[in-house]
């Protein structure tokens, strides 16, 4: 009996941590997403350069996230989206990188949900 209550506690401990967890993945997409837009709007490309590698890099830190959490397209067009994202940069292309963080905005929220501040 002991041992039931004491998986149960451990199964909802879990499913909490996991939805915080979630939230805060979401959390830091849009941060670093938030940092490039306003270093594109001060034309600081080499800033912009930099948010971009650490979208990228909060991507593979949570990949297998969203592996579990998610559809092949949705994780692959996140993919996609930081390889035109890394090309508008380099090319100084704001339309196109303001397309590009509402893109991984909109598919990070399929599979994390939205934020709760």
């Known amino acids: 009996m002991m041992v039931k209550k004491l998986i149960y506690m451990t199964l ?11 939230q805060e993945t979401t959390k830091k997409f849009n941060e670093y997403l938030n940092q490039l837009e306003m270093s594109i709007q001060t034309n ?5 350069n930099k948010q971009v590698k650490k979208v990228k890099k909060q991507h ?12 092949d397209r949705i ?3 996140i993919q996609l989206s930081i390889s ?13 990188i303001i397309k590009q963080t509402e ?7 399929e599979i994390f949900g939205k934020q709760k501040d």
């Open 60 to 71: 593979d830190k949570e990949l297998w996230k969203m592996q579990l959490l998610g559809e």
């Open 44 to 48: 600081d490309w080499k800033q912009a």
């Open 75 to 77: 994780y692959d067009n």
């Open 12 to 22: 909802i401990l879990c499913i909490i941590t996991g939805c915080s967890a979630t």
């Open 84 to 96: 035109h994202l890394k090309a508008a940069v380099k090319a100084e292309n704001k339309k196109e």
């Open 103 to 109: 893109t991984i905005r909109f598919y990070v929220t």
